[in-house]
């Protein structure tokens, strides 16, 4: 599964620019125009980072950036900041609200890919390994242990339990799930993320194990302790 960039700028041949770069570099990506649709879709699709414009129609990218920042569910997601102000005052500005970096117009692609995956180590979401209790998931080579015992995963049930892993304890929607796991261009029924769940319970919980997947009616499914 390729990490996620929501790029929030109104100019669209700009946005487009940016699309087919990241696409290039392997990552997926989300497109909004405005400061609200950017809201809305980095609190509904959770992307792993935000290229945020300053100058927006109908909000500046300062109060977009300070409102994601202020949302429990969206203030670990980093940001960028994406500007052709240079000047200092204006970076201060920017970082103050919570920016995570502050990128200059006119760039280069490869600096600003090389800023996003910086951006993302910092943020611990650019790991190979990644564990929670006795679980370990190796990115690189597609395996997966439970307490040293090497489990077989299908390609969806690895994803499911690779965006778990990548936010112990939170709470994902069933939609939330599907756009992450299955991708935004096609339609599934909520109800296949239960079936695939059940089968990625199943394998992980083996031999009696903990049940590490929570189900929370009406909510969605954490990856967490039950006690």
Known sequence: MS???????????????????LESAGFDTLLADNGADGIGQARSKLPDLVLLDWMLPDM????VCKTLKGDEDTKAIPVIMLTARG??????????????????????IKELIARIKANLRKSGQDDDILTFSDVTMNIETHRVSRGGDEIKLG?????????????????WS?????D????????VDERTVDVHM??????????????????????????DKHN
């Open 3 to 21: 990490r996620c960039v929501l790029i929030i700028e109104d100019e669209a041949a700009q946005a487009q620019i940016l699309k087919y770069n």
């Open 60 to 63: 500046s990218g300062i109060n």
């Open 87 to 108: 000047d200092e005052d204006d970076k201060v500005r920017g970082l103050t609200v919570g920016a995570d970096d502050y990128v200059v117009k006119p760039h280069s």
């Open 155 to 171: 390609p969806t049930e690895f994803r499911l339990l690779k965006t778990l892993l990548g936010r112990p304890k939170k709470v």
């Open 174 to 178: 069933r939609a939330q799930l599907l």
């Open 180 to 187: 992450r796991v299955w991708g935004t261009d096609i339609y």
């Open 198 to 223: 059940g089968r990625l319970r199943k394998a992980i919980n083996v031999g009696g194990r903990e049940d590490l997947i929570r189900t929370i009616r009406g909510a969605g499914y954490a990856l």
